[in-house]
């Protein structure tokens, strides 16, 4: 039997299924095997909502200290979830390219945003989601809620009998017009028929990283020469240089992944292009702002996403996110 490598992972669908889809990809360039290690999260067991835990970065400390331990080679994360400080010791060896970087509805009868009723009532654990809606649609209701993809979709009227895997949050169910979603998971778990309108960053700019995987990995490498060769060449370079500029808005904003803070790079020619808002979570302000760089690698991306943050910080952006 060929050599294996251990891959961490969440326990949860989409966890399980993203990560299955990245070590798939490393085992056919790198020729190992693979063995997948489930590890429970402090976000799988306790509940309360996202933001009151501190953000989504309580799903990824166990398997970070999973990974320092030895306990596996490789952890796979959503990069959205990962808090911007790296941890001493670990790296993110990989960032593969990107999936689709929008919010997602999904929403009972198949109504698009414009035709949700007044007073609706719309499901999301994020911050920044519900404060973009209410700014474009002050009538909603923002729901806070918890759980898995499948038990999220399980709160809209209609949808009916869900794939639950026994997630935090999963006793109520149709209870709501419609819940917002990152239509990456969506597409990663095969359930795009729920969605009913990709929502344009336009309208709702997505969090720093959505839509992008993290294969991090302990610094000193993986122990295998093979894969180390094969995520440095699965690593994907303009999602890369995107994702890098996003969190380094974040981090010089000081702003954890569940403040309301949505950011968006892409490559325009031979420039990086950086837009961000900055939301009041009652969507009563909000401040949008954009800049660009010339492509110059990962230091002239992490300094495009510094000096926006720089610009809106001036500009009164921490005191409209509740961040001052």
């Not at 209609?158 to 819940?179: H, K, N, P, Y």
């Not at 969605?195 to 991090?216: C, V």
Request: aromatic residues 2%; proline residues 4%; charged residues 20%.
């Amino acid at each position: 039997m060929s050599e294996t490598f251990r891959v961490g992972t969440r326990g949860s669908a989409l966890a399980t299924t993203q990560t299955g889809w990245a070590a798939q990809k490393l085992s056919e360039i790198s020729g190992l095997g693979v063995q997948t290690v489930l590890v429970k999260t402090e976000g799988d067991v306790v509940t309360g909502s996202l933001a009151s835990l501190g953000g989504t970065g309580v799903f990824a400390a166990a398997l970070r200290q999973h990974l320092l331990d030895a306990g596996c080679d490789l952890a796979v994360h959503s990069l959205k979830d990962l808090p911007t400080a790296q941890p001493e010791g670990l790296v993110l060896s990989c960032i593969p390219e990107r999936e689709d970087v929008r919010d997602a509805l999904c929403s009972r009868d198949g109504l698009v945003l414009e035709k949700l009723p007044h007073g609706a009532k719309v499901g999301t654990g994020s911050p920044r989601r519900g404060a973009q809606l209410l700014a474009h649609r002050p009538d909603l209701e923002i729901v806070d809620i918890r759980g898995n993809v499948p038990t999220r979709l399980g709160r809209v009227k209609g949808i009916g009998e869900t794939l639950d895997d026994g997630s935090v949050g999963r006793a109520t169910q149709g209870d709501l017009d419609a819940v917002i979603l990152a239509a990456a998971g969506m597409r990663r778990l095969g359930l795009e028929k729920y969605i009913t309108e990709y929502l344009d960053p336009s309208i709702m700019l997505p969090a720093p990283g959505q839509g992008a995987l993290a294969l991090e990995t302990r610094s000193a490498g993986t122990g295998h020469a093979a894969l180390d060769a094969a995520l440095a060449s699965f690593d994907d370079e303009a999602t890369r240089l995107q994702v890098v500029a996003e969190r380094s808005l974040l981090a010089t904003l000081e702003a954890g992944c569940a403040a309301p803070i949505g950011a968006l790079a892409h490559v325009e020619g031979n420039e990086l292009v950086l837009q961000a808002v900055a939301c009041n979570p009652d969507g009563s302000q909000t401040m949008r702002r954009s800049a660009r760089s010339a492509i110059d690698g990962v230091a002239s991306a992490q300094q495009l996403g510094r000096d926006l943050a720089s610009t809106m910080i001036a500009d009164g952006a921490a005191v409209i996110a509740g961040l001052a």
